[in-house]
């Protein structure tokens, strides 16, 4: 079957960095997406990854080996708004979205 | 730019009853996608429009839900008659035709059944 995994929920200081994993078992794949949910409002597009390495877009980045069907998405300087569910998502081999169940992030002062 | 939009925000129905959920894509998106989100759980895939056209529709749990598409335009999703698991958020998500296309998601409507 197809599964994505990430951790449940994660707590990090404010100013403090933190990298939120994802790996994943699918049919083939296409292309991986990180999508950042706000409680209570729409999933908004924060990156794609399709080639192995580092893709770096301001204070996120997020990183994709392939081979070990592994992401993370490492977020910096960390502030309250980033307070949020963090969503992983596989294309596979048909061109299908495969969801992981979201990273909440708790944000400290 | 308009972006994707869905309607009612909230419903709150009885079981049995019937439930009619709307989206309008962003202009110029073939691609409409339906979603369902229960509290805790992964997004759900439910259906793909392509157009007016059901790409894939391996997602809808049972023949209560129907989703429609007229002119390519604004889908609806029908849910008749309610059951209490239909209860979750509904997303609608639009895209570009091109496969590796960011998906926009709408606000979402959130459905109790009681």
């Known amino acids: 079957g197809q599964n994505i995994d990430q951790p449940t929920e994660m707590t990090a200081t404010e100013g403090a960095i933190v990298q939120i994993n994802c790996t994943y078992q699918?049919?083939?794949?296409?292309?991986l997406f990180w999508y950042q949910q706000h409680a209570g409002e729409a999933p908004t597009f924060l990156s794609y990854?399709?080639l192995d390495g580092l893709e770096e877009k301001g204070r996120f980045s997020s990183f994709l080996s392939r081979s070990k069907g592994y992401s993370y998405l490492l977020l910096k300087e960390l502030q309250m708004k980033d307070s949020a569910s963090y969503l992983c998502?596989?294309?596979?081999?048909?061109?299908?979205?495969?969801w992981g169940a979201g990273t909440k992030l708790i944000i400290k002062p | 730019e308009a972006g994707v939009t869905q309607f009612p925000s909230h419903s709150v129905i009885e079981k049995g009853q019937t439930v009619t959920l709307r989206c309008d894509p962003i202009?110029?998106?073939?691609?409409l996608y339906w979603y369902r989100r229960v509290m805790g759980k992964e997004i759900k895939f439910l259906l793909h429009?392509?157009?007016?056209?059901?790409?894939?529709e391996s997602g809808m749990p049972n023949n209560r839900f129907l989703a429609e598409r007229t002119g390519g335009t604004y889908s609806t999703l029908k849910v008749q008659p309610a059951e209490l698991e239909d209860s979750g958020v509904y997303f609608c998500?639009?895209?570009?035709?091109?496969?590796?296309?960011?998906?926009?998601f709408g606000n979402g409507t959130r459905l109790t059944v009681t």
């Open positions: 998502a596989v294309i596979d081999s048909n061109y299908q979205l495969i």
């Open positions: 429009f392509v157009k007016e056209s059901k790409q894939d």
């Open positions: 998500a639009s895209s570009q035709v091109v496969w590796d296309s960011p998906l926009h």
């Open positions: 699918t049919s083939g794949f296409n292309g």
């Open positions: 990854n399709v």
């Open positions: 202009s110029g998106h073939d691609n």
